[in-house]
């Protein structure tokens, strides 16, 4: 905020950056009420599957590879399910179900947190896995192309792909090694790591001896039951209902996949010509009305009620909303303020000699500065350089997949950390940051080598 405050007196915009910062406090207000009514769909939906046990035999199933990732989460934890839904809804691109999922997560999370206030190893790492999930489809960047008349706007798809991929595995990596530094260390307590197997957390020094908390000890249900899935099989006329049920969604999913099977014409839309922009583009369609059917049937056949269940799991959106918004609208309105004093500018001004020499495109750096704190603002930058260069320009494709292989790190760290207090994030945003720089090259550097 004090260097928006000198730039924009430096550059005579300080009404710039009041109205900056007025927008920002609006804008966070809007996108929290925003949220209020889908966070009470699927927190309402993650207590049915919790409820049904659904959520822990999700973790076990995958238990492998997020124990090497969340090491000091107990595997039948439900934070497991949590996590592994944020990240495969972020996957297929549902925002609107990636977010409340994450924020769930991040509850689950804080249960086993020992320090309130200080972002744990597992939060850290879960955040710089969100700031660069691997994107199947950028479908947002896909359809600006598209809209400008590029002649192949799923070029993208590819590219994206693997910029995400290379930045999700340094997200990954940086997270790991981060987390080892002295510097990002928990200010206030330590924890004596070597006491106790992985997947224990442990409470702060008392008198020089570290003890370990229970996980169980820190579930934050309202009755033990719901850390354990439930022992009875579902009913049979329950299995046959979601055998139904699952035989239905495939053949709609077939029908979206391959329209010639069933002699129905082919999609006219330009980004649905590739099969497989078709399947992802199928997968987004069905994900949620399968999920919102399939949840609610499971949870019936083992005996849940349905319906009090998940208003009990709707009641917490109300909390969760108003625990974000003090977080929000910090962050955006010293955002907003940045940008208005014309930082984002100067700072282009002074990378574009740094730059020039080793051949990064001076078009896309507005855009990659951008990019970690405004989603909208990085929208209308790419629209810009589609518009002002063509869309099938090397460089408008090149900003296309920046877009669809990064992600805005402040907001998501002010949204998750907000909604469970968090104030010390330690390594969380510059392992975010790496990876959306390691998006921003990868783009750059697998557009150059296929496009």
């Given at each position: 905020m004090l260097l928006a405050v000198a730039i924009g007196g430096w550059n005579d915009r300080l009404k710039d950056v009041t109205g900056g910062a007025l927008d920002g406090a609006k804008t966070a207000v809007t996108i929290a009420l925003g949220l209020w009514g889908i966070m009470a769909l699927w927190l309402g939906l993650m207590r049915l599957a919790e409820r049904a046990g659904l959520v822990q035999r999700i973790a076990y199933g995958l238990r492998p590879l997020m124990q090497r990732l969340?090491?000091?989460?107990?595997?039948?934890?439900?934070?497991?399910?949590?996590?592994?839904?944020?990240?495969?809804?972020?996957?297929?691109?549902?925002?609107?179900?990636?977010?409340?999922?994450g924020l769930r997560a991040m509850r689950d999370l804080e249960s086993l947190n020992p320090r309130p206030g200080v972002a744990s190893n597992a939060m850290c790492t879960f955040l710089a896995i969100n700031t660069s999930s691997v994107q199947l489809i950028p479908a947002t960047a896909i359809a600006i192309l598209a809209a400008a008349g590029s002649a192949r706007p799923t070029a993208i798809v590819g590219t994206a792909f693997f910029a995400t991929l290379c930045a999700a595995t340094?997200?990954?990596?940086?997270?790991?090694?981060?987390?080892?530094?002295?510097?990002?260390?928990?200010?206030?307590?330590?924890?004596?790591?070597?006491?106790?197997?992985?997947?224990?957390?442990?409470?702060?020094?008392?008198?020089?001896?570290?003890?370990?908390?229970?996980?169980?000890?820190?579930?934050?249900?309202?009755?033990?039951?719901?850390?354990?899935?439930?022992?009875?099989?579902?009913?049979?006329?329950?299995?046959?209902?979601?055998?139904?049920?699952?035989?239905?969604?495939?053949?709609?999913?077939?029908?979206?996949?391959?329209?010639?099977l069933f002699r129905l014409p082919m999609p006219t839309d330009a980004t649905l010509q590739n099969p497989f922009a078709r399947m992802v583009n199928a997968l987004s369609i069905l994900a949620i009305p399968f999920l919102l059917s399939?949840?609610?049937?499971?949870?019936?056949?083992?005996?849940?009620?349905?319906?009090?269940?998940?208003?009990?799991?709707?009641?917490?959106?109300?909390?969760?909303?108003?625990?974000?918004?003090?977080?929000?609208?910090?962050?955006?309105?010293?955002?907003?303020?940045?940008?208005?004093?014309?930082?984002?500018?100067?700072?282009?001004?002074?990378?574009?000699?740094?730059?020039?020499?080793?051949?990064?495109?001076?078009?896309?750096?507005?855009?990659?500065l951008m990019r970690p704190l405004s989603g909208s603002a990085t929208l209308a930058l790419l629209t810009d350089v589609v518009h002002r260069l063509g869309p099938d320009n090397i460089i408008s494709l090149m900003a296309a997949t920046i877009y669809g292989s990064t992600e805005t790190t402040f907001y998501v760290a002010a949204v998750y950390f907000g909604s469970v207090g968090i104030k010390q994030?330690?390594?969380?945003?510059?392992?975010?940051?790496?990876a959306d720089l390691t998006g921003v090259i990868a783009s750059v550097i697998i557009c150059r080598a296929v496009l």
């Open positions: 969340f090491p000091e989460v107990p595997p039948d934890h439900p934070a497991m399910g949590s996590m592994l839904m944020n990240m495969a809804a972020n996957m297929l691109g549902l925002g609107n179900a990636a977010t409340p999922l340094v997200a990954v990596l940086s997270a790991k090694f981060f987390e080892r530094l002295s510097i990002f260390r928990p200010r206030r307590e330590s924890i004596d790591d070597r006491d106790g197997p992985p997947g224990h957390p442990r409470t702060p020094h008392r008198g020089g001896v570290a003890t370990r908390q229970q996980p169980a000890d820190k579930f934050a249900f309202d009755d033990d039951s719901l850390g354990q899935p439930p022992l009875s099989r579902p009913a049979q006329w329950g299995l046959i209902a979601l055998a139904l049920l699952t035989v239905f969604f495939v053949m709609l999913f077939l029908r979206m996949v391959m329209p010639d399939f949840f609610p049937i499971y949870a019936a056949a083992r005996g849940i009620k349905v319906y009090d269940e998940f208003v009990e799991g709707a009641k917490e959106a109300f909390n969760v909303i108003l625990r974000i918004i003090p977080f929000l609208v910090t962050m955006l309105v010293a955002i907003g303020m940045f940008k208005g004093a014309g930082g984002i500018d100067l700072l282009t001004k002074l990378l574009s000699p740094v730059l020039t020499p080793l051949h990064f495109p001076t078009d896309l750096v507005p855009l990659a994030t330690r390594h969380a945003i510059p392992a975010g940051l790496l």
